[in-house]
């Protein structure tokens, strides 16, 4: 079965850090870029980053610019995403998601939640 | 503010056909495949459609996309009560070297 599972959210202080780790299984990792997508509670998605399989192309939103940091080990089928400086916007469930070779967002894991408070 | 625009919210009884708009630009629905997803409370999002119009397997024919220029519609004929959820449309944007999403609209039927 092919499968996407993030890991790594909790609660963190604002201007804390934190890495955000995403396993899959099922599929050949390599051959697909992978992309970082956030959702605010009761809000809508946000892309956050994409990556492609050999992590020569990464690229990120605006506003993430500066403070997230994508990157991926293929031999060890993960995806991570790093936050710096973290504030009380990023607050937000983290999704991580395959890119088909259609150009599709066709696969996503179930997310973990990164809570900012003091 | 998201980059594509959808209503917020959309409504229909059993049986009907609704249809959710989602506007964008030339450097992303104009240039670019648009991707449709589902989302129930608590659970991620789902491909419905994909390229022109092509549905993921286990993906009923009710549900169908379509483009013209710089906007694209998702339809869902035969509405079932099973169908109210939140959804949402997205696009490879050139410009901005990245993926735009929708806000998002709630579908409740009725």
């Known amino acids: 079965e092919e499968q996407l599972v993030e890991s790594g959210g909790g609660l963190v202080k604002p201007g804390g850090s934190l890495r955000l780790s995403c396993v899959v299984s099922g599929f050949s990792f390599i051959r697909h870029n992978m992309i970082w997508v956030r959702q605010t509670p009761g809000k809508g998605l946000e892309w956050v980053s994409s990556i492609s399989g050999d992590s020569v192309n990464i690229y990120y939103g605006d506003s993430m610019t500066g403070r997230f940091t994508t990157s991926r080990d293929n031999a060890k089928n993960s995806l991570f995403l790093h936050i710096n400086s973290l504030r009380v916007d990023d607050m937000a469930v983290y999704y991580c998601a395959r890119i088909s070779s259609a150009w599709s967002i066709d696969l996503w894991g179930r997310g973990t939640l990164v809570t900012v408070s003091s | 503010q998201s980059v594509l625009t959808q209503p917020p919210s959309a409504s229909g009884t059993p049986g009907q056909r609704v249809t959710i708009s989602c506007s964008g630009s030339n450097s992303n629905i104009g240039s670019n495949a648009v991707n449709w997803f589902q989302q129930f409370p608590g659970a991620a999002p789902q491909l419905l459609i994909h390229?022109?119009?092509e549905r993921p397997s286990g993906v009923p024919d009710r549900f169908s996309g379509s483009k013209s220029g710089t906007s694209a519609s998702l339809a869902i004929s035969g509405l079932q009560s099973g169908d109210e959820a939140d959804y949402y449309c997205?696009?490879?944007?050139?410009?901005?070297?990245?993926?735009?999403f929708g806000g998002g609209t709630k579908l409740t039927v009725l």
């Open positions: 390229s022109l119009n």
């Open positions: 997205a696009a490879w944007d050139d410009s901005l070297n990245g993926w735009v």
